[in-house]
C-alpha cells in the first residue's frame, strides 16, 4: 500500500501542477483533465492518493507538524523545553512569526492547503463527472477525498484557530482570501464528514477499507465524533476564551452528535480494543496494517518517509542491533517525570508508556539499555526494538501516524454520554477502557468499583479526563482535549507543582525512592530495575549496581519552570501564530489575532 500510493502520487503529479499551479493560464485544460480522470476509477484513485503526498513532503506533517503540535501538555514534553531555540518556542508556548523551523514557504501550513487544494479539484471533477453514489468505487472516493480534506482542515484550525476557508479549488477571485471564523470551517468539515459516511464502508467492508491506511466508516465517524467535542468545546477565539455562539455548534448539539456516532462504531462491532495494551503497541511498531481492530486510521508514510521513532522513540544513541536511523535517534520528548508515578501500580499501561532508559553507545554494533535521569523519560509506544523492519534509512523510519484509535471512541462516547445522560450511561465505556488496562485479578476493585463509585456527572468527569491521560500519553492528543475542557493552564500549572513536589519528595511523592537498583538480565542488554515502584527502597542484593534517581537544584527549577515560557499565559497563546512568510505573501489578507507578532 505505501509503495502504492507514493507511485500514484508521481502519476497524477502533473495533473494536479496543471490545475492548481496553471489555471490561470488553462482553465479549460483542466476541466478536460478532470472529466476523464475522474470518470475513471483507476485514475480517480491516483488522484485520491495524491491528496495524501503533502502529509510526508519535507516541512509538512512529517518534519514539523507532528513533531512540534501537542507539546507542553501536563503528560507530554519537549524534552529539552529548557533549552531557548525556536523549536522549544513551538512547545512552550512562545512561537514567533518568523520561528525558522516553520517560517518556509514550503512548510506544513503550505503542504495543508496544497493537500486541500488537491481535495478540492478531486471532490469537484468526482460530482462533476464520476456519478460517486454509496456503493460504487466512484462514491468510495468522494467519500474519501471528502475526509482528507477535513483532516487538513481539523489540523488547520487545531493548531492556528481562525483560517481561510476554501472549499472549492482556486480561480483569478479566490487566489487571496481572509481568514473565516473555524465555525463555519467546522460545520462545513462536520457536514462532509457525514456524508462521506453514507460513502465508504465499514473496515473490512471492501478491497479499500480492509488496510488502515485507507478511510473506513468507522474511522469516520469516530473522527466526526471528535470533530463535535471540539468544536463545541472552549477554545481561544479573537475576543477572548469561550465556547462558540453559533446555535449549531452549542453543546447540546455537538454532544447529542457525539454521542450518535461513537455509539454507531461500538454497536457496528467493526473495530474493537486489542485485548492487551502491549501487544497492540508492538503490532503498531510491526506496521501491522489489517483494518478492523483498534487503530482506525492512519497517516500512510512510505519506508523513506515519516520521523515518528525518528522523533518519539525510546532514545537510541547510535546505530546498534534494532537500527541503522542514525545516532541520536529517539527522545526528543517523553512523559512529564511525575506521569509514570501517577498510573496505578497496576495499571498494565505504565510500563508501555513510560520509560526510564535509553540505549547507550552500541559495542560491536550492540547496544544496552542505560539508566537515563528522572526529568527525562521517553515515550515506549514507539520502539525501534518491536519493529520487525529495519530502519536504514538515516533520515526517516516509514512508521505510519496513527491518527485515530477505537479507545478514543469509547472515551468520546463516555463523555458525550456522561454529559448529556449521567455517569450510570458512562461506565460502561470507561469500565471497557480500563477493564484492557488491569490484570484479571485486579478488576473488581479497579474496574467494577471504581467506576460504579463515580456517580455524579463531576466525578466521572474528572475520572475521564485522567482516563485520557493514561491511555492516550505520548499520541499528542492531550493539548486540544485541554484546551477545549478550559483546563489547559489549569492542568499545566498542577503539572509545574507536582514535578516540584517530585524533585523534593514531598506530598504525593513523598514514597518516590531517590535510589534505584539495577542488573543485567541474561540477554546482557535489558535492564532489570527495582526502585522504581514507591516504596521500593531495601537493597535488593550484592549483584545490583546503585543509580542515583533524584532531580534538584537550579537545573530542576529551569526545566520545571519552562514547561510554558515564563511570562507567558498559556490560555492566551492556544494557537501557533501564521508564519510571517504567508502573512507576507497574502496581498494584505491575512494577520494574526490574540497579540500575536
Not at 500510493?5 to 490545475?19: D, E, K, N, P, Q
Not at 474511522?219 to 462558540?244: E, H, N, T
Request: net charge negative; charged share 20%.
Amino acid at each position: 500500500m505505501k509503495h502504492k500510493i507514493l507511485i500514484a502520487g508521481m502519476f497524477v503529479a502533473s495533473f494536479f501542477t496543471s490545475c492548481s499551479d496553471d489555471y490561470l493560464d488553462a482553465p479549460a485544460k483542466s476541466t478536460l483533465d478532470e472529466s476523464v480522470i475522474f470518470s475513471n476509477p483507476g485514475l480517480a484513485e491516483g488522484a485520491i492518493d495524491g491528496i495524501k503526498i503533502p502529509f510526508a513532503e519535507t516541512n509538512s506533517y512529517r518534519g514539523r507538524y507532528l513533531p512540534f503540535y501537542g507539546m507542553n501538555t501536563d503528560t507530554e514534553w519537549y524534552n529539552s523545553s529548557q533549552t531557548v531555540s525556536d523549536a522549544s518556542d513551538l512547545c512552550t508556548y512562545d512561537a514567533q512569526t518568523g520561528n525558522s523551523q516553520m517560517n518556509t514557504t514550503n512548510n506544513a501550513w503550505a503542504m495543508m492547503y496544497s493537500g486541500i487544494e488537491r481535495a478540492n479539484i478531486a471532490i469537484r471533477g468526482l460530482r462533476n463527472y464520476g456519478n460517486p453514489t454509496p456503493g460504487s468505487e466512484l462514491g468510495y472516493l468522494l467519500g474519501e477525498a471528502l475526509t482528507l480534506r477535513a483532516i487538513y482542515y481539523a489540523d488547520l484550525v487545531k493548531a492556528w484557530g481562525d483560517v481561510p476557508a476554501r472549499f472549492e479549488p482556486l480561480n483569478n477571485q479566490t487566489l487571496y482570501v481572509a481568514k473565516s471564523s473555524r465555525d463555519v470551517i467546522y460545520k462545513q468539515i462536520i457536514a462532509d464528514l457525514g456524508e462521506a459516511a453514507t460513502l465508504v464502508p465499514w473496515p473490512g467492508g471492501s478491497a479499500a477499507t480492509s488496510s488502515v491506511e485507507r478511510i473506513n466508516k468507522a474511522f469516520v465517524k469516530g473522527f466526526r465524533a471528535r470533530l463535535a467535542l471540539a468544536a463545541s468545546g472552549y477554545q481561544q477565539y479573537p475576543d477572548g476564551i469561550r465556547r462558540s455562539t453559533d446555535p449549531e455548534l452549542s453543546v447540546a448539539n455537538m454532544y447529542a452528535l457525539a454521542l450518535a456516532e461513537s455509539r454507531s462504531v461500538i454497536t457496528s462491532g467493526s473495530a474493537h480494543l486489542e485485548p492487551s495494551f502491549e501487544t497492540f503497541w508492538k503490532k503498531y511498531n510491526q506496521e501491522y496494517l489489517v483494518a478492523g481492530g483498534e487503530s482506525l486510521w492512519e497517516i500512510p508514510f512510505s519506508d523513506g518517509r515519516g520521523r515518528m521513532l525518528f522523533t518519539f522513540a525510546v532514545k537510541h544513541t547510535t546505530n546498534d542491533q534494532f537500527h541503522a536511523n542514525g545516532a541520536n535517534r529517539g527522545g526528543t520528548a517523553g512523559p512529564l517525570p511525575t506521569v509514570f508515578y501517577d498510573y496505578d501500580q497496576e495499571d498494565t499501561r505504565r510500563d508501555v508508556t513510560c520509560v526510564p532508559y535509553k540505549y547507550g553507545t552500541a559495542v560491536n554494533n550492540v547496544a544496552k539499555q542505560e539508566l537515563g535521569a528522572l526529568n527525562t523519560w521517553y515515550f515506549g509506544k514507539y520502539r525501534y526494538e518491536w519493529m520487525t523492519r529495519f530502519v536504514t534509512s538515516t533520515n526517516d523510519d516509514g512508521v505510519n501516524k496513527i491518527y485515530m484509535r477505537y479507545a478514543e471512541v469509547l472515551l468520546i462516547a463516555a463523555e458525550a454520554a456522561n454529559e448529556l445522560e449521567g455517569p450510570a450511561s458512562a461506565a460502561p465505556y470507561l469500565k471497557e477502557i480500563r477493564r484492557r488496562a488491569f490484570p484479571a485479578a485486579s478488576q473488581a476493585a479497579k474496574v467494577e468499583n471504581y467506576v460504579n463509585s463515580l456517580t455524579s456527572k463531576g466525578a466521572m468527569f474528572n475520572a475521564l479526563v485522567n482516563e485520557n491521560k493514561y491511555e492516550f500519553t505520548g499520541e499528542m492528543e492531550r493539548k486540544q482535549a485541554l484546551i477545549r475542557w478550559n483546563l489547559l493552564k489549569t492542568k499545566l500549572d498542577e503539572a509545574k507543582v507536582k514535578m516540584k513536589s517530585l524533585s523534593d519528595r514531598t506530598g504525593d511523592y513523598a514514597d518516590v525512592p531517590s535510589t534505584l537498583y539495577y542488573k543485567y538480565k541474561s540477554d546482557n542488554v535489558t535492564l532489570d530495575i527495582y526502585g522504581l515502584n514507591r516504596g521500593e527502597i531495601a537493597n535488593p542484593g550484592a549483584d545490583y549496581s546503585q543509580f542515583t534517581w533524584t532531580w534538584t537544584g537550579s537545573t530542576a527549577d529551569t526545566k520545571i519552570n519552562t514547561l510554558y515560557k515564563p511570562g507567558v499565559d498559556p490560555n492566551n497563546r492556544q494557537f501557533w501564530p501564521i508564519w510571517k512568510v504567508f502573512i507576507e505573501g497574502s496581498n494584505g489578507m491575512l494577520t494574526n489575532d490574540y497579540g500575536y507578532e
